[in-house]
């Protein structure tokens, strides 16, 4: 079974500041990918990043950074200078292939970035 | 990606009644799954919705519960019937293709009086 921690239930930052939202996973599965997922007061799912657990490179998007270490099993989120349109839930997820494509998430991180 | 639609965006029903939500999708998917996201909580899947056959249902799920019909490629309902307080959530659909990443619906939220 899968299963993902997200450890930090709320962080509150202040505008401009770095914020690095953790995420640790579970699985027996040597083939996985990793997902991180932003849903803003509207309630909508935004998709930010997959990860296929091969690919261990590091990714930038912006102001948008992630950090993939398998000896650790953390898949963390990093935002640089972040803005008040970054206050969101942010959600980490994880799926098997050929395993009904399910995507187990974490419980989700409330960042609030404070003007 | 794909452009999903969700109608209604939100409802608010009485105890005992059904309400269906719609899920659309502007061009054909393979997979298309129903999740259920309780207030304050985290997404839990609720089933798998299979194009021409039955719904592959989540444990703590049932097909008396929460119906589900996909005709087709594009389209899909989720049913909650016989509503109580606690079904009060957001419902998202998501779409997939095998192996590829899920994009999902902007949610309908339900209140259930």
């Known amino acids: 079974a899968q299963k993902v921690t997200q450890a930090q239930t709320e962080i509150s930052v202040v505008e401009k500041e770095d914020v690095t939202l953790d995420c640790v996973y579970e699985?027996?599965?040597?083939?996985?990918?990793l997902f991180w997922y932003k849903q803003p007061p509207s309630g909508e799912l935004v998709f930010l990043i997959r990860?296929?657990?091969?690919?261990?490179q590091n990714e930038i998007s912006g102001r948008y950074s992630w950090n993939f270490q398998k000896s650790t099993s953390s898949f963390n989120f990093t935002i640089t200078a972040s803005q008040v349109v970054d206050s969101a839930v942010y959600f980490c997820?994880?799926?098997?292939?050929?395993?009904?494509?399910?995507?187990?998430f974490g419980t989700g991180t409330r960042l609030t970035i404070i003007p | 990606s794909a452009v999903i639609s969700q109608k209604p965006s939100r409802d608010i029903c009485q105890r005992g009644t059904s309400l269906t939500i719609q899920c659309q999708v502007d061009?054909?998917?393979?997979?298309m799954f129903w999740y259920r996201q309780q207030p304050g909580q985290s997404l839990t899947l609720i089933a798998t919705?299979?194009?021409?056959?039955?719904?592959?249902?989540e444990s703590g799920f049932v097909i008396d519960k929460f119906p589900i019909s996909r005709p087709n490629l594009t389209f899909s309902t989720l049913t909650v019937s016989n509503m109580s307080p606690e079904d009060s959530s957001i419902y998202l659909c998501?779409?997939?293709?095998?192996?590829?990443?899920?994009?999902f619906g902007p949610g309908t939220r339900l209140l259930v009086l």
């Open positions: 998501s779409v997939a293709e095998v192996q590829e990443t899920q994009y």
């Open positions: 699985t027996r599965d040597t083939t996985y990918y």
């Open positions: 990860r296929n657990s091969f690919d261990e």
């Open positions: 997820a994880l799926s098997v292939p050929f395993g009904n494509e399910k995507l187990t």
């Open positions: 061009s054909q998917v393979t997979m």
């Open positions: 919705a299979n194009q021409g056959s039955e719904a592959t249902y």
